[in-house]
């Protein structure tokens, strides 16, 4: 099977083929192993990893932010709500509910 999935990879391989300038270069074991053996990949893979770290810490970062934000947005969107509906007539249905 080809594939660029790395987790999947990792789990699954056994063997490892890489096509690089024409030409086959045959690993025997794991993902893991293929990237002990070629140290382009490993580098490669390294940076990845790092890259996705900093990514992942950037976006918790700002979710507990924009939580926040969109919180006190909600709040104040109430208020104006609550604030607008209590100065005018009751509408056609109200009766309806009450």
């Known amino acids: 099977a080809v594939s660029h ?3 999947f990879l990792k789990q699954i ?3 490892v083929l890489e096509i690089k300038d024409g030409q086959f270069v045959n690993y025997d ?20 990893e790092e890259r996705l ?3 992942e ?3 918790i970062k700002s979710k507990s ?3 926040k934000a969109e919180k006190r947005m ?3 969107a109430k208020a104006k709500q609550f604030a607008a509906q209590s100065g005018k007539k009751s509408s056609k249905n109200s009766k309806r509910w009450n």
């Open 29 to 48: 074991g794991d993902y893991k192993v293929f990237l002990e053996k070629n140290e382009d990949a490993a580098e490669v893979e390294g940076k990845r």
């Open 53 to 55: 770290k900093s990514i």
């Open 57 to 59: 810490k950037k976006l």
């Open 5 to 7: 999935d790395r987790y």
């Open 74 to 76: 909600a709040k104040k």
């Open 13 to 15: 391989a056994t063997r």
């Open 65 to 67: 932010k924009v939580s």
